[in-house]
């Protein structure tokens, strides 16, 4: 009886060895014990690689797949682990990001390269090649859509002139009104065109949106418990490989045409950043919350002020 009940699958146990999974560096494989000669300079050493010209002791005839590495890696793609940092993105993001800060380089693909190669992806994932073969920037529905808006937009537009016509006493001269609806038309037509880009390049506008943020999530996370001293260089690695985090599950959904579900994938960059702080879920939920809407009202008032200067321009040179 004793047996069945250790052998019982228990799940409270399963998610601390997880955690404890998470948690811990990669371990690299030890040194070769064995005896090795180069076959690139023919020096003799014991070690997984040469310690003269570099070249790593596996060195093998040609395979299929040593042949198929060989082309990955004149692509930058080959060894530094690039399938194990995608891994390490998805299942453990903060503490990969821990590790790369600490000084463990060779063992994950570096940030930048990764953000071009997931951009990549993500733009044919986003421009056709997906399961409905939906292309937003040659899709005619789109199109017609997007000029429907315009025509509702035209006439409305009408629609409040002749208001405004009739009824006189409203304060407002007819010119005033006009350049309403004239700087009106200007921040409609710029929400647009993000909208529009955040859709066709959401790795690039997250990018954008971290970088906006950056600054500001520094402030609130710059003498965490796990990184007391952080530098913003480092925070901004770390954002890099969020982004490609972010990207990661973009992928995904776009390519199963989950467009909303790749919108919720924003609040996944709640993971990496309290693995890597090493704050409380709300602590971090409330200082990145802080920190967006900080960067909103900023977002505002210039744009506001943006709004202003428009209309005294129109207003002056018309
Ligand atoms: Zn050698």
Redesign the pocket.
């Known amino acids: 009886m004793p047996r069945v009940m250790e052998k019982r699958f228990n799940l409270k146990e399963k998610i601390a060895e997880f955690r404890a999974w998470q948690e811990r560096p990669r371990e690299v494989a030890a040194n070769s014990q064995e005896e090795h000669e180069?076959l690139?300079?023919?020096?003799h050493y014991t070690g997984n690689y040469?310690p003269?010209?570099?070249?790593a002791a596996t060195t093998d005839r040609f395979s299929m797949k040593v042949a198929a590495e060989n082309f990955a890696d004149a692509y930058g793609m080959g060894e530094r682990g690039m399938f194990r940092t995608i891994r390490d993105l998805i299942l453990r993001p903060g503490y990969l990001i821990l590790d790369y800060l600490h000084g463990m380089r060779a063992s994950y693909f570096a940030p930048f390269k990764l953000f071009f190669l997931l951009t990549a992806i993500s733009l044919l994932v986003t421009h056709g090649i997906n399961i409905k073969g939906q292309n937003p920037s040659a899709d005619e529905d789109m199109q017609s859509v997007v000029q429907k808006v315009e025509e509702k937009r035209a006439t409305e537009g009408a629609n409040t002139v002749e208001m405004d016509a009739s009824t006189v006493d409203d304060g407002l001269t007819e010119e005033e009104n006009q350049l309403g609806e004239r700087v009106k038309s200007i921040f409609y037509n710029t929400v647009d065109a993000i909208a529009r880009f955040q859709e066709r390049f959401s790795s690039i506008f997250m990018l954008l949106m971290l970088m906006l943020l950056s600054g500001y999530l520094f402030l609130f996370f710059r003498h965490s418990p796990n990184i007391p001293d952080l530098r913003y260089a480092e925070f901004f690695i770390a954002l890099l490989y969020i982004t490609n985090m972010y990207t990661i599950y973009t992928i995904v959904f776009d390519f199963f045409c989950l467009n909303k579900l790749s919108v919720l994938s924003i609040f996944l960059t709640l993971i990496p950043l309290k693995q890597m702080s090493g704050y409380s879920w709300w602590r971090t939920t409330l200082k990145t919350a802080i920190a967006t809407i900080s960067m909103f009202i900023l977002l505002i008032v210039l744009l506001v002020l943006a709004l202003l200067v428009i209309g005294l321009l129109v207003k002056k040179f018309g």
């Open positions: 180069c690139n300079c023919h020096d040469c003269r010209c570099g070249q």
